[in-house]
């Protein structure tokens, strides 16, 4: 029986996945399976997979499902598995060649209670003639035993690939939920915090794990802007959910932990602002009720604009701001 199972959930991942299955091919520990759940592709995936499976030492299996999401295809991914701790890898992205190995070394030592491990990453974006470094992501300012406030507030640290789960926790929570829209790994990670599990931060000298950017897919943007709200309005309900009439919850925080809320509260709040006014117009006075008064984050004369005229007027201003920067080739937010 392996020690790690590997899961890659693909849909149309022709372009893209040799490059995720290489970084799975260089790993130094090999004590390992892939399970590939080729979502219904309507390109060259399943065959890609194939060719790479001939030619790899180790146990590779392909499951082919009608198109249900990447949730669905997650599950069938971890419920195939046979080795107690799982690495969930899009494929899109890429692990680096001692992943596995530094994060499994403390596997042994740890708790029951422990039900993931987590090392720093890092975020690239992949065109055809360039890959550039956007940005590296700090891990350890999660507690070790989050709450399910901390995971809300920190979520911009939480990427599904980063770690390494202990597959009995993901069979308690029944892995992800297959109704999300959007954000299913933020709420997979808030339900394994309201059992009160641990986590352990795995020390590394470079990101052990890579996310390819997607600028196509921002939230906001083109198509993507019903998806948005989405997020928002979910993000914002976790929030409202997890005080339920107590303010004290965010009490806790570290003054990093709640910077970071408040730009998420921020982030989202302009989104709905923008796209759905309505639903901005409910959820503002329902923060300010439990967290006082929410103002923008960024930019900085969005924030103090917003002193002067609230948030809703200021952010009116913004919008003809960025109609005629955009018009004049110049907005950059």
């Not at 290489?22 to 399943?46: L, P």
């Not at 891990?139 to 789960?165: I, K, R, Y």
């Not at 390819?212 to 802007?225: A, P, S, T």
């Not at 329902?286 to 967290?291: D, F, K, P, T």
Request: charged share 25%; proline share 4%; glycine share 6%.
């Amino acid at each position: 029986m392996p020690q790690i199972s590997i899961i890659i959930p693909a849909y149309n991942a022709a372009p893209f996945i040799a490059e995720t299955l290489a970084s799975v091919t260089a790993q130094t520990f090999r004590d390992f399976e892939v399970i590939v759940v080729d979502d219904g592709s309507g390109d060259d995936t399943a065959e890609i997979v194939r060719a790479w499976a001939s030619e790899v030492s180790f146990p590779v299996r392909l499951i082919q499902q009608s198109n249900a999401g990447v949730s669905a295809a997650r599950n069938a991914g971890w419920r195939a598995a046979t080795a107690d701790w799982v690495q969930f890898l899009d494929a899109d992205d890429f692990i680096h060649p001692e992943k596995l190995a530094l994060q499994f070394a403390e596997c042994g030592e740890l708790s029951d209670s422990v039900a993931y491990v987590t090392s720093n990453w890092a975020e690239v974006r992949v065109t055809p003639t360039e890959r550039r470094h956007i940005r590296n992501v700090d891990c350890q300012l999660l507690p070790q035993v989050p709450s399910e406030m901390d995971v809300l507030a920190l979520c911009p640290t939480l990427t599904l690939a980063a770690h390494l789960f202990r597959r009995v926790h993901v069979a308690r929570i029944s892995g992800f939920d297959i109704g999300l829209k959007v954000d299913e790994d933020l709420e997979f990670f808030l339900r394994l915090a309201r059992l009160g599990l641990q986590q352990h931060y795995v020390s590394a000298e470079t990101p052990l794990f890579t996310v390819r950017q997607q600028i196509d897919r921002r939230l906001g943007e083109g198509n993507f802007k019903y998806s948005a709200v989405d997020a928002a309005n979910q993000f914002v309900g976790n929030v409202l959910r997890v005080c339920d009439g107590d303010s004290s919850t965010v009490e806790h925080l570290s003054a990093t932990a709640r910077r970071s809320l408040d730009g998420r509260l921020s982030l989202y709040l302009r989104l709905m602002c923008r796209y759905d006014r309505g639903l901005f117009r409910q959820r503002l006075p329902e923060l300010e009720a439990h967290l006082g008064r929410v103002l923008p984050t960024n930019p900085g004369y969005l924030r103090v604009l917003s002193r002067l005229i609230g948030f809703e007027r200021a952010e009116d201003v913004a919008s003809v701001y960025r109609r005629i920067k955009t018009i004049m080739g110049v907005y950059h937010e």
